[in-house]
T-cell receptor, first 115, second 114 residues
């Protein structure tokens, strides 16, 4: 149980394109989802926390107009990288948790490459 | 503020040898602590978690960790390394509860030599 699906697993696109990444909880209701960014050989950096039906809370230094997060349902959150540039290339990982003290469960990540 | 420090960005052991990955934390409140494993180009898989119950926590794949408050440590061990254990390991602390925001350590890459 507690499976989180992230799609797509890999995206390659041209500079200026907007890219949408989906994060779904397959067998539980995710009241909170988290979006992380990971550079090669580095740890995970939390970008934002989203609660179902509410605006996302962004970490300091993360541009909310650049990284649009939507959490419209209890099983789906999306991250849209708007007008992506090469410096946005990275590994993006989502996680989801249910109510109360449930732990976070992670998706398999999305490798974003901007040419 | 909470923080996590993993000593050693890279650890190399021989197959069958003891695995010891170090993690020290800083927290002003009783922490919830986690160890995650990440294989190349994948997300994170939870190995084990400490949530103020037993101080010795057993996880999946033969791993265990001991919470030592006096040393503010939560080191990860496995008696005998397998080749399949080669991966990146992250220690993390939660700021509220099991599902709260996670603060990760820098990660330790484990290599296993045949």
């Amino acid at each position: 149980g507690a499976v989180v699906s992230q799609h797509p697993s890999r995206v390659i696109c041209k500079s200026g394109t907007s890219v949408k990444i989906e994060c779904r909880s397959l067998d539980f209701q995710a009241t909170t989802m988290f979006w992380y960014r990971q550079f090669p050989k580095q740890s995970l950096m939390l970008m934002a926390t989203s609660n179902e039906g509410s605006k996302a809370t962004y970490e300091q230094g993360v541009e909310k107009d650049k990284f649009l997060i939507n959490h419209a349902s209890l099983t789906l959150s999306t991250l849209t990288v708007t007008s992506a540039h090469p410096e946005d290339s990275s590994f993006y990982i989502c996680s989801a948790k249910g109510t109360g003290s449930q732990p976070q469960h992670f998706g398999d990540g999305t490798r974003l490459s901007i040419l | 503020a909470q923080s996590v420090t993993q000593l050693g960005s890279h650890v190399s052991v021989s197959e069958g040898a003891l695995v010891l990955l170090r993690c020290n934390y800083s927290s002003s409140v009783p922490p919830y602590l986690f160890w995650y494993v990440q294989y190349p180009n994948q997300g994170l898989q939870l190995l084990l978690k400490y949530t103020s119950a037993a101080t010795l926590v057993k996880g999946i794949n033969g791993f265990e960790a001991e919470f030592k408050k006096s040393e503010t440590s939560f080191h990860l061990t496995k008696p005998s390394a397998h080749m399949s254990d080669a991966a990146e390991y992250f220690c993390a602390v939660s700021d509220h509860n099991q599902g709260g925001k996670l603060i990760f350590g820098q990660g330790t890459e484990l290599s296993v030599k045949p």
